[in-house]
């Protein structure tokens, strides 16, 4: 289908008196075809424009300010309060809140557990997402097949998810111990090492969530022009340099939507590291106690819901920071290579 | 347009869906009872809904305590939500008896004297009033592998081994015997429960009357935790956490010879340990008794229809009803007149040996002196103690370290 | 790219899926066994024969029917709504010129950076007092359209519709509406087909919203699995086969929507 078809095809779609043209679009001078005559018309139409795109957006918000906005007003209200989960409402102290936070060394604790697993997941996953959907950017047989059974880890419950992940990483009885065992090596403490039980954490987000960003991957690279890699290839270049130089630079904007997806969901990761073991703290000495989780604790089993409140809202900031940071350096990256 | 019109439909019947309706279509009240593990209440409930015709009763079960325990609270917090019913965990009462307000007073001279003392006494507050009607209780005795202990040369009789485990030093020192005989096994299965076993026999541990925090100062919590570090260094834990992976396994590999089995942990063995032969358990627990759980049923102020709230749960906490459940779900009752049912004192596990565990039960629940002090911050303190112990176990820290950094906790929190 | 992928691509690919679906397939194998079989030092490797014993005994031990449509219904419902109103306001974000434009989609995006644990509180208050705890619209309202929609749409959208058909289609006196309905639904497709899978597994993997706000009669799947596991000892192979049998109207639909995806993909890629 070539582009003139195409507007024709769109153009000629029922009612509009001189759609019926097939002269391409942009060659046709403004005004000739048809008379704009009516000011009622002409009104219409403009208020069309200026109001729609608000009339568009506006589903999102209204619902936004429904069930997304009290949240955390409500939120940030009780943050400057003493506040207990069962008490409820106490004086109003302002940041001190803030302060007893910044203070408590589980709160530096958790934010150095969070960043390690956050690295630890999120850059293998893109990467990984990346090659994956390239290679399944090519015709395979049984595409279908390939293509959604890297979907299927997110369809493990989580309850089967952690009893799994626990039998694979038992520090005594578990898979890969014993074959670390069979093959000679030191079994690893996968439960009381820091960095172990970051890695384990980090491979059971990983192994949910590859297979996801590399469909998103997917979509976009299919709808990168195939005479793009003829070109490129008539030029000499192989397929990896076709990866780099095209595919990359033309999947732009989706490679900046992953990166932040996965800064925003990849530092308040909870599930995971929560089952990894029976308390839900993160471990004997808090070693991989994320900062969704130091939150949930403050608010569930030490019920202070002032502190976790004030927790909630620095974590806020700290994302908002990451994905900053990383958004410049994709920007970046994006365009090492492309002639964007 | 096909999409909306879908959608619009599908909305719809979503709406039609809905369950919100406090009276029945023919008119009865409404009640939903909510439990967690297992109560053992599904007939009973239906033999209730058919006894009378005011009231329709249903339950709502949660899958583990934790699930139950963060809903609770979240529906404090919001202000409704809750069922006419709530069952409480006897390690939450410390908690909710701050929240007592929230909680009707179901003090009824008809009900006076029904539960064992100690059992109805930690859910009355200072001021007399009862918040919660007792269900079951967890009286310990000892589990112990009679094949390991005649691996070793012990005595495996019941009645024999009873009379080692009187007193924790005898206890240990029968372990002592028993990891030298067999060094590959470990005495018991885990630090944390031994640590809380004897944590729950101080009558005044992490708190005092007025509820000040003494952790830090208290001789007898050091004690316990110096005991329990310099055994493990001797062989006698296995150093795993209970209730991880790595425990339920060592279960099938030999991991131990002894546990504190309180009478719901005899379905939890009998699970995990399926096809080990060997299992007993011994009338006797260190220190002379020992209980470990149990929960009440509670009647939230939220709640619209309190009085038919508390007449359901004065009925479900009758010896009679108690005694059905303890047939059909092994929990094991808290009142005085339902231990001496034929049914409980005739009752026997055929996987631990025959033994009759309802006799034994019961003896080891009427020898349970008091229940500890366990104040509003008793939970976290015990928390940071097992965190501690475990970080002994794991190697992460020395004793010493360890300790430290429990003190360090204990203010934090304090 | 139109060579045919030679061995290293099909190799790649397979030790990927392998490694994907290993844990499925495991908790399938428990489930097909008796439920000794996890503290076994050896596992088995093959299925046993119990699988649909233990499927029955799950049906039988919570309405499990019922949950497999309660969460049909929420999670179909969600999944159309999102799509909808994300391509809505992601072609407006990506392709029109508006005040405020910027800012308002730093909003939305900024939205997703709060962490959302402390917010059931608030919204449970708020479904109490709109009278809806207990019903699906609990379930359903608060995900209709989401933050992750709408940049996701706008992110496609951006590159995937080019400007000019819009010119020409507004020039040739469409409507927004109808510009949007014919320019840029079409070629919104792929990403729509991908929004509205991962929307339906998402609203149908979530448990602690619908723990908090359905009874029990009337669950959703996830927490009609969680009931499965009451009681201190929890008999995996029951609850396995229960999340065994609760994956396959997800397989179903991948197999479905999958057809509608490659189509999709492929007429976005011959556009160009």
Known sequence: MTLESSAVKLVGDGGDPSGATASPPGARPPDETRPRSSPWRLRLSLWDTKLSPYLYVS??????????MFPLLYTAYVSVHEWGLLGGQGDFIGLENYARVVEDRYFWNALRNTVSIFVLSSIPQVVIALVLAGLLDTQLRASTLWRMSV??????????????FGNVFGDRYGLVNEALQGIGLEPIRWHVDTLASHLAIASMVNWRWTGYNALIFLAAMQAVPRELYESAAIDGAGRVRQFLSVTLPMIRPTLLFVVIMSTIGGLQIFAEPRLFDTQGLGGSDRQYQTLTMYLWELGWRVRDLGMASAVAWLLFLIIIVFALVNLAVSRRVGSLGGRR | MGALMALTLTMTAAACGGDADDAGADGKIKLTVATFNEFGYEDLIEEYNAMQDDVVVEQKKA????????NLYTKLAAGSGLSDIEAIEVDWLAALMQESDAFVDLSDSEVEGRWLDWKAEAATTDDGALIGYGTDIGPEGICYRSDLFKKAGMPTDREEVAKMFTTWDAY??????FTKAVPD???????GATAQAMINQVEYSFEDADDNVIAADNPEVKDIFDTVTSLADEGLSTKLVQWSEDWTASFQNDGFATMACPGWMLGVIEGNADGVKGWDIANAFPGGGGNWGGSYLTVPKQGEHQEEAMALANWLTAPEQQVKAFEAKGTFPSQPAALEDPVLTGATNAFFNDAPTGQILAERAEAVPFIPHKGPRFADINTAFQQAIQRVDEGKESADEAWQSFLADVERLG | MNRRPGFLVYGLLLAFVLGSCAPLYWSFLVGSHSRDVLTKRVPPLLPGGHFFEN????????????ALGNSLLVSTTVATSVVFFSTLAGYAFAKLAFRGRTPLLVFVVATLAVPTQLGVIPLFIVMAKLGWVGSMWALIVPGMVTAFGVFFMRQYLVDAVPDELIEAARVDGCSMLRTFWTVAVPAARPAAAILWLFTFMATWTDFFWPLIVLPASNPTVQIALQQLQSGYYVDYSLVLAGAAVSTVPLLLLFVLTGRQLVAGIMQGAVKG
């Open chain 2, 63 to 70: 899958g583990t305590a934790n699930e139950h325990q963060d």
């Open chain 2, 185 to 191: 096994v470990a005495w018991y299965d885990a630090s």
């Open chain 3, 55 to 66: 499927a029955q005994r799950a049906f039988d031990a919570v309405p499990f029917w019922k």
């Open chain 1, 59 to 68: 589903p999102f918000f209204l619902l936004f300010a429904l069930v997304g």
């Open chain 2, 172 to 177: 240990f020192d029968a372990g002592r015997d």
């Open chain 1, 151 to 164: 979907l299927i880890p997110f369809v493990v419950a989580p309850a089967a998810v952690a009893l799994i």
